[in-house]
């Protein structure tokens, strides 16, 4: 016999819990990546501009074999067409992150900051479905139409 959610909060109530169900989170608009380096370690990226007009993301690295679990808030620097942030790991590496336009793309690159080897090199930026429906109307996709000639949701078939 199966036992349908509402039916399982609605018998907690009876039993005097004071219990709702989890309302479902808000995605925001914004471009990722989720990379797999050859270590087996992911390097996952977003990009957004929020409301004073900046580019900011998000850097996360996991690797869950070797007990890696990072999260870097990101400031991205515009530089011409290429936008650009330095982090400063947990483990005291410096790594810097490169986004720049190609074949009507956004691409990212992760380089090691001291001998700027590169750690993922062309990775693609894809818009999640916040900002596929929101289109042109959305400042991050305005922010790149200016600065970086570049439209990320007329990308056919680059959801996530």
Known sequence: MSVTCSRVFQKARDWGANVEPTPKKQEYPRLESHTKDKDGTWHSLSLYVDKTNQ????????????????????HYQLNGRV????VQRGSGKQTIIVIKPNDNHLKSSIFNGKSLM??????????????????????TVQFLQQHL???????????R
């Open 149 to 159: 000639n570049i439209n990320p949701v007329q990308q056919k078939g680059l959801t």
């Open 83 to 86: 936008l650009q942030s330095n």
């Open 118 to 139: 590169p750690v993922i090199e062309n990775s693609l930026l894809k818009p999640n479905k916040t900002m596929q429906e929101r289109g042109d109307k959305d400042r």
């Open 55 to 74: 580019p900011m993301g998000r850097f996360v690295v996991e690797n869950k074999a070797k007990g890696i679990s990072e999260k870097h808030d990101l």
